[in-house]
């Protein structure tokens, strides 16, 4: 720890380097929080798309999907909250792209602080954000029947594996929004991707009813893996035969290997991404 000299003479110990990276990621974090409540929009249009998903699949199509040994509804609730924190990820790629347009990060760039903080601190409003969305679907699927069916102590490990996932998902379209550098880009590029990794996979029927390519790509998709693991914990499982193949089998490692692979491989990115742009 450095010694600082300040305006009264006294000389006074500066914050070491980790100590100022916190500070700054959770200063960053306040502003986008800040940023939310001042905007309750947000929060109501991230929770209505997967509300409607919850009703217009259980009440409209649950009657006509079987599922072996439970009701459509225990078996949906897990690929919603799924198809919720991924879809709440995309926030963290069209935040930067908005901060880039409206010249937000050249203000950033005239502050003293860790040019990581920025992609922290959005990173971060996104996983309470996604947090926020997961219990109004808890309430959602309460309502129309779902239950839980496992002890508190895996039901609690399977939302942190949720928003692990959604964390570490949140830097990969943070460093698509810093790549597009357009909000509107943004919102049609992430779905180009949302799209086939939540809908071609086990969310909302079973893979082995895909036809066979189909079936092989969900089988082998980390959506789908982030839905069994999370059935599993949730007891939502029935007597249904799980896929033979190795991320359905060890579905919960499979998650937390793919969310370690994507923080190691994409905080960098985003954050070498982050400076090229800040340096310009």
């Not at 919850?54 to 040994?69: C, D, N, P």
């Amino acid at each position: 720890m450095s010694a600082a000299v300040s305006a009264t003479g006294i000389r006074t110990s500066s914050p070491s380097l980790p100590a100022r990276w916190a500070g700054d990621g959770w200063t960053v974090t306040k502003r986008n929080l800040i940023k939310i409540k001042r905007s309750p929009d947000m929060i109501i249009f991230a929770v209505l798309q997967p509300i409607m998903f919850v009703l217009l699949f259980s009440q409209v199509y649950g009657g006509s999907i079987a599922v072996a040994g439970t009701d459509y509804t225990q078996f949906l609730m897990a690929g919603i909250f799924a198809q919720t924190v991924v879809f709440g990820s995309t926030f963290s790629g069209s935040a930067m792209a908005q901060d880039l347009k409206e010249g937000i990060i050249d203000r950033f760039r005239t502050l003293p602080m860790s040019p990581s903080a920025v992609l922290i601190g959005r990173t971060n409003a996104d996983l309470a954000l996604n947090g926020i969305s997961m219990l109004i679907m808890m309430g959602t699927g309460l309502l129309v029947g779902w239950r839980v069916d496992s002890t508190p102590g895996r039901f609690l490990a399977a939302l942190a594996l949720l928003l692990l996932f959604s964390y570490a998902f949140s830097w990969v379209m943070a460093l698509l929004g810093m790549t597009v550098r357009s909000p509107e880009t943004i919102n049609n590029a992430s779905f180009m991707i949302l799209f086939p990794i939540t809908f071609i996979s086990n969310a909302f029927v079973q893979s082995s009813n895909l036809p066979g390519p189909l079936q092989t790509f969900a089988d082998w998709n980390p959506v789908s893996a982030l839905v069994q693991a999370v059935r599993e914990l949730f007891g939502n499982l029935g007597s249904a035969p799980v896929p033979d193949t190795w991320p359905m089998q060890n579905a919960v490692a499979t998650v937390l290997i793919g969310s370690a692979v994507m923080l190691v491989v994409f905080v960098p990115l985003a954050v070498r991404k982050f400076e090229s742009i800040s340096s310009r």
